[in-house]
């Protein structure tokens, strides 16, 4: 089995930063994309930042220029890099990794985090 724990969500005031971190451990050959998500109470999780195995990364407009995705292939970990903080950021985040084999020819899994809340506020 695999897991993904993400760390680094918390409280902090518009206009600060935070990092976000998920770490994938268990039976890994490789991962696909990676990717941040969030939620809000009544709403669907959205999609926010994702990155390839290569590296090519993506973002949701209402981050971009202010929130950087990262990877380290090496440690089986992405990072969300979170600057400019504003209310409308609260959530709570997860990480997603796609398309994660055990071994060569074994099939490609999809596998989420527990989830990390981020809380902006004054």
């Known amino acids: 089995q695999v897991q993904l724990v993400e760390s680094g969500g918390g409280l902090v005031q518009p206009g600060g930063s935070l990092r976000l971190s998920c770490a994938a451990s268990?039976?890994?050959?490789?991962?696909?994309?990676m990717g941040w998500y969030r939620q809000v109470p009544g709403k669907q999780r959205e999609l926010i930042a994702l990155?390839?195995?290569?590296?090519?990364?993506n973002y949701v407009d209402s981050v971009k220029g202010r929130f950087t995705i990262s990877r380290d292939n090496a440690k089986n970990t992405i990072y969300l890099q979170m600057n400019n903080l504003k209310f409308e950021d609260t959530a709570v985040y997860y990480c997603?990794?796609?398309?994660?084999?055990?071994?060569?020819?074994?099939?490609?899994?999809?596998?989420w985090g527990h989830g990390t809340q981020v809380t902006v506020s004054s």
């Open positions: 997603n990794a796609d398309q994660v084999r055990s071994g060569l020819l074994q099939p490609g899994r999809n596998y």
């Open positions: 268990g039976s890994i050959f490789s991962i696909g994309a």
């Open positions: 990155i390839s195995s290569g590296g090519m990364t």
